[in-house]
Every structure is written in structure tokens, then in C-alpha cells.
Nanobody
């Protein structure tokens, strides 16, 4: 079964940087989309940044210019570089991916367990 293994995050002061990484384990044919969501206390889970296998990226307005998503299709990994962090960035960040288990199988969707990012003021 395909799983997403996350690493990184942690605690940092406002203005600092953190990096999140996510790697898909197990056999998979393709992951068309790999992205990062976050959920802050009392808030809905929201899309932070997304990257397609073709190199297209998209960011939430709140993180544009500060966060950078990148991926390595060959390794089925995705990273989120978070700079100029603000206290409002504090949340649990989840890696997410959609794709195909095999060329002719139905689409799959997987979620990571989440990594805590805490930004102190």
C-alpha cells in the first residue's frame, strides 16, 4: 500500500525558516499531484501549496512569496520550504497525493500523518 512519510517541521521563532519533506513509499505508477495542507486549531484544513508532475505549482495567497514547493518525480518526493514564518503559520501540515497505483487502476488518494509547525512570536 502506498504511504506518505513526512519529516521536518518543528518549532521556530517568527521570521525563521523550516522545511517539510514527504516521500511516497510503496509501488505507485504516478502521482499527478503532491501538495501540502495545513490545519490550525479551530480552523478548517486548507491547501497551502500544490505541485503537479508537470511542474505547475500553486500557492495559497497567505504564503505566496514565503513558501516554495518542489518535487522530484523520480523519487516521488515533495518538499515545502517555509521562510519568513509567522505565528499564524502554526498548524499541523499534511502531505497529500493523488495519482494511479497502476496505469489502469483507479485513482488513489493518500495522506500523511501530519507534522507540527509551531511559530512563536
Amino acid at each position: 500500500q502506498v504511504q506518505l512519510v513526512e519529516s521536518g517541521g518543528g518549532l521556530v521563532q517568527a521570521g525563521g525558516s523550516l522545511r517539510l519533506s514527504c516521500a511516497a513509499s510503496g509501488s505507485v505508477y504516478s502521482l499527478d499531484i503532491m501538495d501540502w495542507y495545513r490545519q490550525a486549531p479551530g480552523k478548517q484544513r486548507e491547501l497551502v501549496a500544490a505541485a503537479t508532475s508537470g511542474g505547475r505549482t500553486n500557492y495559497a495567497d497567505s504564503v505566496k512569496g514565503r513558501f516554495t514547493i518542489s518535487r522530484d518525480n523520480a523519487k516521488n518526493t515533495v518538499h515545502l520550504q517555509m521562510n519568513s514564518l509567522k505565528p499564524e503559520d502554526t498548524a499541523v501540515y499534511y502531505c497529500h497525493a493523488e495519482g494511479l497505483l497502476t496505469m489502469f487502476s483507479r485513482r488513489l488518494e493518500v495522506w500523511g500523518q501530519g507534522r507540527l509547525v509551531t511559530v512563536s512570536s
